[in-house]
Structures are given as C-alpha cells and as structure tokens.
C-alpha cells in the first residue's frame, strides 16, 4: 500500500483523564510514524439518534471522518454492565448510512470489569456489519491497576497486547486494500 494509513480512534469514555484516552494515546505513540493517527472528540456533540434525514453537521462531519478511515479503533469503558450510550449513540447514527460497513475495526474494551460492554459491542459491530478481526479485540480488566499516577499505560503485558491489536488493525486494513485490486 502505498499511502498512509488513516486511522481515526474512538473513546467511548468522554471523562477527563479517561483510561480508554489513555490506551488510544499508547496505540497511538505505537502507530504514529506508520499511519494518520486521528483522535475524534466528537460524540458527545452528536443529537440522539433519530435516523433524522436533514442535515446536521455534527452528524455529516463524524459520517465524513468515518468514510475518510482506512480504518477504526474504539477504545471503551463499561458503565452499568453495559456500553457508554454516548458511544451506542455515535454507532447507531452509521447505522443507515453504513459507513461501518466492511470497515477494519478494532475493539478494545478498558473497565474494571468490562466482559459485557466488550461483548455487546461486538454485536452492535456485527449488526454494523464491520470487518472486526479475531485478534483485533482485546478485552483489559482492571485497567487503572495498569496504569501509573499519571494517567499512562504503563503494564508491559497490557501495552504489548495493545500493539499486538494495533498491528492487527493494520494488517487487516492492508489484506483488505491488496484485496481490492
Ligand atoms: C457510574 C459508573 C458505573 C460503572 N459501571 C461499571 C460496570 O458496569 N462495569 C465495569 O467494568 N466498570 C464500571 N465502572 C468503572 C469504569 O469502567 C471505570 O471507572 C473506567 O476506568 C472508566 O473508563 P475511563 O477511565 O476511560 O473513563 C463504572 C463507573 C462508573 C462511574
């Protein structure tokens, strides 16, 4: 492939100092002279979905930057044994439009816990009919435990299992470009 790589990362946390933030920033440190690595702050400036079809450019900007990817990393906690509604909303607003479709996806899923969001998640992406990897979702209990005062990943297992799902992204993005020529 001879162009770079556009990688656009999703936190479902839209918390100040967020660990998800902070696991998108490791993959990002990880990727950043391989590829565009792009952070969207956007969805919690997305309406509720409503499947209105007029415009709003909240809306059409978050579809454009989505279409733009070669492909998506979403990083999310789990709140209430379930995911964020804020990044259930940001889904749900692809879902006629399909912009999620076929497209790489990876998954990490950051929480104390987190075995529900991560599993609902992967639903709500075969529902979207996404192109999710087997080795590009990583589920991380206990995130916080893996992190130092300052809000970094700091774990060697948790930072090399984060490269191994970036890297996988990457090598789907390229199987799915060779691919298509
Ligand atoms: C209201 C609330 C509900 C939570 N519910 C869950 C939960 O159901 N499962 C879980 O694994 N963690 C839960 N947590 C813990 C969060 O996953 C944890 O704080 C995580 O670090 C948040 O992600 P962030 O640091 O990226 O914001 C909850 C936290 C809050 C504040």
């Known amino acids: 492939m001879d162009k770079k790589i556009n990688i656009v990362a999703i936190s479902g946390s839209i918390r100040p100092h967020s660990s ?72 749900e607003w692809t879902v ?32 979207l009919s996404s192109n999710v990897a087997d080795d590009a979702k990583l589920l991380i209990p206990f995130i916080r435990a893996k992190m130092s005062a300052d809000g970094i990943v700091t774990e060697p297992a948790t930072l090399q299992a984060i490269y191994s799902i970036a890297d996988a992204l990457i090598r789907v993005i390229s199987e799915q470009e060779a691919d298509s020529h």
């Open 20 to 91: 998800n933030m902070a696991v998108i920033e490791a993959a990002k440190a990880y990727l950043d002279d391989r590829v565009n690595f792009t952070v969207y702050h956007g969805i919690d400036k997305l309406p509720f979905f409503n499947d209105s079809k007029e415009d709003i450019p909240e809306v059409t900007n978050f579809r454009d930057i989505l279409k733009w990817a070669d492909g998506i990393l979403i990083c999310s906690p789990e709140y209430a044994f379930g995911v964020p509604g804020v990044l259930k909303n940001a889904l």
């Open 96 to 127: 006629s439009t399909g912009e999620l479709v076929y497209k790489p996806v990876a998954l990490i899923t950051a929480s104390t816990g987190g075995d529900k969001a991560h599993a609902s998640l992967l639903l709500t992406l075969t529902a």
